[in-house]
C-alpha cells in the first residue's frame, strides 16, 4: 500500500492509502527498492505452482 504526502509548514497530510502493486500467491516480506525508486524487488510464490525437478550428474545421463 502507498499513501502520498503533502508536507507543510507546520503539519503533515496523507492521501487514502491504495494498492501499490498486487500481489498474488505467497509473498516474503523481503524486497528492494532500486536507488531512482523505480522499481520494487520481491519475492513471489504462487501457491499451485509445480515441483521443482533438479537433476543432478546431467552430463552422465546424457552418455547414456
Do not use: Y
Not at 21 to 41: K, M, Q, T
Amino acid at each position: 500500500m502507498a499513501v502520498e504526502l503533502k508536507i507543510g509548514r507546520e503539519n503533515i497530510e496523507t492521501s487514502p492509502p491504495h494498492e501499490l502493486l498486487a500481489v498474488n500467491g505467497f509473498f516474503r516480506s523481503s524486497c528492494a527498492v532500486a536507488p531512482d525508486g523505480e522499481r520494487i524487488l520481491t519475492n513471489q510464490f504462487e501457491l499451485d505452482m509445480p515441483a521443482l525437478e533438479v537433476v543432478v550428474n546431467w552430463p552422465a545421463l546424457l552418455k547414456k
